[in-house]
């Protein structure tokens, strides 16, 4: 069986990894000319990486710890030291923990109406939901005018969206949002560290996951080869490549949706896999200091703000401290405003917000910018979106196989959709389900 799988990311190459232990013979083809998707990692000193991508995972996500133990990598936990910094519009304040200055019964009221909206959602067919039909078809910022009555509750509740799925939250139907929330392990789970979906990094850097498989696929992969069209019959897959063609007996698109959606399939998609609109929204910062500097001042490198262009910073220094790194998060509104600015203007912008958050911190020694916005092969992060009616439209299909094209990507994971998590299972799912149909037809490798 000749499987061709399109992506080189977590999903595609977890896929091709278990294809070829299956017996399959496999071929990638990746647009980029490196593998990780929407891992990406950055050497800010020698020997010292960050993740410019994706980088959290706790102890429920049990497949990617498993792939990191068999491939060697180790992890290293999340700092979070010392006290954090807020700035929400009523002066700056320091604080212990991670709960901000702000009315504990407000935001207890929000989350616990979250909560309850969250175990509505049928994870396995959110599509199915009771009420799905409206759910999908009203933004979170409407159901957010409609609920929450206090002032802190509404100041907060695009923060914490946008720091949990990178989005504004007018870009997002409330059934997407319960069903993001729901699967990642509910709103408590999805925002902690110790214990939580944040709890540790990579040691290294995640973008290590990919490069071991990949060292293991070794020439079945090309690079710099991005996939056009793909035509099938009753005999055979064809993917065109801007280099050329290849022939297999299966196909899978591991890439987001708005991705797949672009490329030209014959016989068409019988339903659209996107809308221009179905992409993530987030830049990640990275500033570099010779140390974590705010840990001499009792601070964990945590902070949060009401205005731009950081919504949120994290301690994301190499655990044997030679350099200090502070990681920012830009998304939703914000993230479009500041990938539309020059480099300059960027970096001045990051440096005066973090100099604000840590009044002692030295002009950085690095600066780092990673826009996915407007990044060619992934269009946005950390996932793609779900706006008003995607879900209805779209959600019957992400993992419908279309004849000999099969589906891959944290998007068709109903299990931790949008993190890693949900990328390696997928990957697992749709190589099980193509060994599975394969040989059930009789089929040999």
Do not use: C
């Given at each position: 069986m000749r499987v061709i799988v399109v992506g080189?990311?977590?999903?595609?190459?977890?896929?091709?990894?278990?294809?070829?232990?299956?017996?399959?013979?496999?071929?990638?083809?990746?647009?980029?000319?490196?593998?990780?998707?929407?891992?990406?990692?950055?050497?800010?000193?020698?020997?010292?990486?960050?993740?410019?991508?994706?980088?959290?995972?706790?102890?429920?996500?049990?497949?990617?710890?498993?792939?990191?133990?068999?491939?060697?990598?180790?992890?290293?936990?999340?700092?979070?030291?010392?006290?954090?910094?807020?700035?929400?519009?009523?002066?700056?304040?320091?604080?212990?923990?991670?709960?901000?200055?702000l009315s504990a019964v407000a935001l207890g009221d929000m989350f616990e109406l979250l909560d309850e909206l969250t175990r509505t959602i049928r994870l396995d067919a959110p599509w199915l939901t009771p009420n799905a039909s409206y759910l999908d078809s009203v933004t979170a910022l409407e159901w957010a005018q409609r609920k929450l009555t206090h002032p802190d509750s509404q100041l907060f509740f695009p923060l914490f969206l946008g720091e949990m799925m990178a989005a504004d939250p007018a870009d997002v139907s409330v059934l997407h949002m319960a069903f993001y929330l729901s699967s990642g392990g509910g709103t408590r789970y999805l925002n902690a560290f110790e214990g939580g979906a944040q709890q540790d990094r990579v040691y290294g850097g995640a973008h290590q996951i990919c490069e071991e498989l990949a060292a293991r696929l070794g020439d079945r992969i090309r690079l710099g080869e991005a996939v056009r069209a793909i035509r099938q019959n009753s005999a055979e897959v064809v993917v065109c490549t801007d280099s050329g063609e290849l022939r297999g007996d299966v196909a899978v698109v591991a890439v987001p949706p708005l991705l797949a959606q672009a490329i030209d399939f014959t016989p068409a998609l019988p339903v659209r896999r996107a809308t221009q609109f179905t992409r993530g929204c987030a830049v990640k910062v990275h500033l570099v200091y010779p140390g974590p500097l705010w840990r001499a001042q009792g601070l964990s490198g945590w902070s949060v703000s009401a205005q731009g262009p950081l919504l949120s910073t994290v301690d994301d220094s190499p655990a044997d401290g030679s350099v200090g790194v502070l990681t920012g998060f830009v998304t939703g509104l914000q993230a479009h405003r500041f990938s539309a600015l020059n480099t300059p203007t960027q970096r001045g912008e990051a440096v005066a917000h973090a100099a604000h958050l840590f009044p002692d911190l030295p002009p950085p020694i690095g600066f780092y910018v990673t826009d996915w916005v407007h990044e060619e092969y992934s269009h946005g992060c950390y996932a793609a979106l779900f706006g008003p009616g995607d879900w209805i439209r779209h959600g019957p299909h992400l993992r419908t196989p279309h004849q000999r094209v099969h589906w891959a990507g944290t998007e068709t994971s109903t299990e931790f959709f949008g993190l890693m998590e949900g990328a390696v299972r997928s990957g697992h799912r749709v190589a099980a389900e193509i060994l599975t149909r394969h040989y059930s037809l009789g089929g040999t490798a």
């Open positions: 080189a990311g977590l999903a595609g190459l977890t896929a091709a990894t278990d294809l070829a232990a299956g017996g399959a013979q496999v071929s990638v083809v990746e647009a980029r000319d490196r593998v990780g998707g929407r891992t990406h990692g950055i050497e800010v000193a020698p020997g010292s990486w960050v993740d410019a991508g994706a980088a959290y995972l706790g102890e429920r996500h049990t497949e990617l710890n498993a792939l990191l133990a068999e491939l060697g990598l180790k992890t290293t936990p999340t700092t979070m030291t010392g006290e954090s910094r807020f700035a929400l519009g009523h002066g700056d304040q320091t604080r212990p923990g991670r709960f901000p200055p």
